[in-house]
């Protein structure tokens, strides 16, 4: 490939001619901008130990009370896009969010999408357009664009949660904003029960539900069962996987990024092919074993990371008695909707 010509090849007058004019020569930045073969993200592998952080997130309970934080969140920001613009990958935010006994984080709504996968802590829930969702460990709880939500806490222990949002995509199309309002009446339904039961939804004379998110939280029970059947019912299938859907639509659960939940069989080691979408891997049960390129990292439970586009993943089940869980969320939905999603051998 040849070489093309560089900024400093100008003369500056003509380059300061042009800037004057608000125009750039594009030759200099070309190969920048399309690299050849594959793209060179920003997005680094990246570890986030959950031991490592909690005792600075239950720090963050002390220092700052929730009035003054509004949410209380330390934001696990990928180095390779600068900390300070708090992104995992180019269109993932990650922040694991402490409530405290007692705490309420008041009622908004906002375009960008988000959910919650929770990490520790019993008696929190997320209320969602009226619908009070009960937290519990491995429970994901939708909050998608425009729904209303708040967070409160009628435990004795700190509750603690990862949020996954596409804050990072909807603020570079410039179109994040919030709206704080009201607290919520509460309806009687608690985000799951009336698709609890696969295969089956509710239709009152004949009529399908046309709401975008119909089910706003998926219990971890669930899907842990989902899987073990899955596992159970086809013993050849390597990868046990399942999405988080919308069960009227069978389309993801949200609009931007993917979701996932994978059971591990003990020893197991499963190699992900290399695709376009970034990735973020949160151990919800057992120990696993991550190779991203040339990092590694060992995820022990609560443990986080995320790997760039384009690259291979390997998992390995640490434990040789036992499944691992892991929940996945990724770009994969926005790069279909673009078309620009590969899958590379
Ligand atoms: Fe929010």
Redesign the pocket.
Known sequence: MNDLGRLEDLPADYVQDLRNLNLVPLWPSLRAVLPPGKPRPNTQPTFWSYQALRPLLMRAGELTPIEKAE?RVLVLANPGHGLDNMKASAAMYLGMQLLMPGEW?PS???T?N?VRMVVEGEGAYTTVDGEKCPMSRGDLIL?PTGLW?EHGHDGSEPVVWL?V?DLPMVYYMEASY?INGQRQTVKPGQGDRAYARGGIVPTPVFTRSAQAYPMLRYPWAETRRALESLAADQPALEAVQVTYVNPETGADAQNILGFYALMLKPGQTLRLPARSPASVFHLIEGGVDVTIDASAFTLAEADTCCAPGYTPVTLRNRLTDKPSFVFIADETPLHKKLGVFEMRE
Request: no cysteine; hydrophobic share 25%; glycine share 0%.
């Open positions: 949410r984080a908004h709504r906002h960008p988000a909050t939500h949020d949002l919030h």
